[in-house]
């Protein structure tokens, strides 16, 4: 990944990226004003420390085709719940958040993330201020703009990446997301995205998903974290598939690395012709952008200290899973 410099729609900030490594560039900080953005592109905490490169590739999808004029790096905020203060902390950031997004004149959001995706609407719904701010999920913005892999495609990565397929092209099947079992707007964007024929069902799909592990794992709880991944290992080869595709973060890094059934993808990776390397990824998320802080720096710091393999769950959403049986 060559070194990119990516300007924050809501903050002001700069930020250089190279590969994994980011800094903020303190110069352009203090010259680059608010950006106005009628629709924003907010990959999240999770694409911003797992795939950066992804990242920008997609956001430059986005501009060519009119459908964002800016992107944001902030954290959407579910991961301040973990904070030892955190009914101060969460109040706030909303508010600097929604404050931001007025300011801006955003009107939609683009999220790449089902987790992301969650926590905006959450904030949006309980503001007093109805803002008209709409958020799309990233899979069906890129389907309806006439963009996705075809069967060649994904036989080409396949082959460039030395992954096995049994037939004479890839059989897939999907890894949807927790956050997305209520919408499934992940669950029909990312399917919409592969080629026609290619999708094979697990047992327990779209709104019957089964978490990937990484509720349980978030909760301390390891060792049904690695029951779970590898029972969704164990679904994908009984569904005949050659591969997991999936469109969270969280959910890629926790199966490849937790389950060794079949090779896991996510789909941006498919998208844009680009292997992640999960295994040299670290497994919890090492940085995240906030608000300016009291010095009028741009804030970013790792969460060393955090749960590791933090997936950005809550308690509810440990108990939910939980209590479902799915540990």
Same mark, same amino acid.
């Given at each position: 990944m060559?070194r990119t410099?990516v300007?924050d729609?809501l903050?002001g900030? $700069?930020i250089?990226?190279? =590969?994994h !490594?980011?800094?903020?560039?303190d110069?352009?900080?203090?010259t680059h ?6 629709s924003l ?5 999770s694409?911003i420390?797992f795939?950066? +490169?992804?990242m920008?590739?997609v956001y !430059? ?7 964002a004029?800016?992107i944001? @790096?902030?954290?959407c ?5 973990f904070e030892?203060d955190?009914e101060?902390?969460c109040?706030?950031f =909303?508010?600097? @958040?929604l404050?931001? @997004?007025?300011?801006a004149g ?9 987790n992301c ?9 309980k +503001?007093?201020?109805?803002l008209g701010?709409?958020v799309?999920?990233l899979?069906?913005?890129?389907g309806s ?5 075809g #069967?060649? $495609?994904?036989?080409?990565f396949f ?6 397929y049994a ?5 897939l099947?999907v890894?949807d +997301?927790?956050p997305?079992?209520?919408?499934? =707007?992940?669950?029909? %964007?990312?399917?919409?995205? @592969? ?5 094979? #069902?697990m ?6 998903s ?7 794992k978030a909760?301390g709880k390891?060792?049904?974290?690695t029951r779970?991944?590898q029972?969704?290992?164990?679904? %994908?080869?009984?569904?005949?598939a050659d591969?997991?595709?999936? *469109?969270?973060?969280?959910? *890629?890094?926790?199966?490849s ?5 079949l ?7 498919l ?7 999960w295994?040299?990824l ?7 952008f906030l608000?300016e802080?009291h010095s009028?720096r741009?804030?970013y710091?790792g969460?060393?200290d955090?749960?590791?393999?933090c997936c950005g !769950?809550?308690a $509810? ?5 939980s209590e479902?049986?799915e540990w």
């Amino acid at each position: 990944m060559d070194r990119t410099i990516v300007h924050d729609a809501l903050t002001g900030s $700069a930020i250089a990226f190279d =590969e994994h !490594a980011c800094a903020l560039l303190d110069g352009a900080d203090q010259t680059h004003a608010h950006t106005a953005a009628r629709s924003l592109f907010f990959p999240g905490c999770s694409v911003i420390n797992f795939a950066p +490169s992804l990242m920008g590739a997609v956001y !430059a999808m986005l501009e060519r085709a009119g459908e964002a004029d800016g992107i944001s @790096l902030l954290c959407c905020g579910k991961l301040l719940a973990f904070e030892p203060d955190a009914e101060n902390v969460c109040p706030a950031f =909303e508010a600097d @958040l929604l404050a931001s @997004l007025r300011n801006a004149g955003v009107k939609r959001v683009i999220t790449a993330c089902p987790n992301c995706t969650a926590e905006l609407r959450r904030v949006l719904a309980k +503001s007093e201020e109805d803002l008209g701010i709409e958020v799309d999920v990233l899979p069906e913005v890129l389907g309806s703009c006439g963009i996705g892999v075809g #069967e060649e $495609a994904v036989r080409s990565f396949f082959d460039e990446n030395g992954m096995a397929y049994a037939g004479a092209a890839p059989k897939l099947t999907v890894q949807d +997301s927790c956050p997305d079992r209520k919408t499934g =707007e992940f669950a029909r %964007g990312t399917r919409s995205l @592969l080629p026609a024929g290619s999708v094979v #069902e697990m047992e327990h799909s779209r709104t019957a998903s089964m978490c990937c592990g990484s509720l349980a794992k978030a909760a301390g709880k390891n060792d049904a974290a690695t029951r779970q991944s590898q029972r969704r290992g164990e679904e %994908g080869v009984a569904a005949g598939a050659d591969a997991i595709v999936t *469109a969270c973060m969280s959910c *890629a890094s926790q199966l490849s690395n937790f389950q060794d059934a079949l090779p896991v993808i996510h789909y941006l990776e498919l998208l844009c012709n680009e292997r992640i390397d999960w295994a040299s990824l670290p497994p919890y998320l090492q940085v995240r952008f906030l608000f300016e802080t009291h010095s009028g720096r741009r804030d970013y710091r790792g969460l060393a200290d955090a749960s590791p393999g933090c997936c950005g !769950a809550v308690a $509810a959403d440990c108990a939910e899973a939980s209590e479902a049986g799915e540990w």
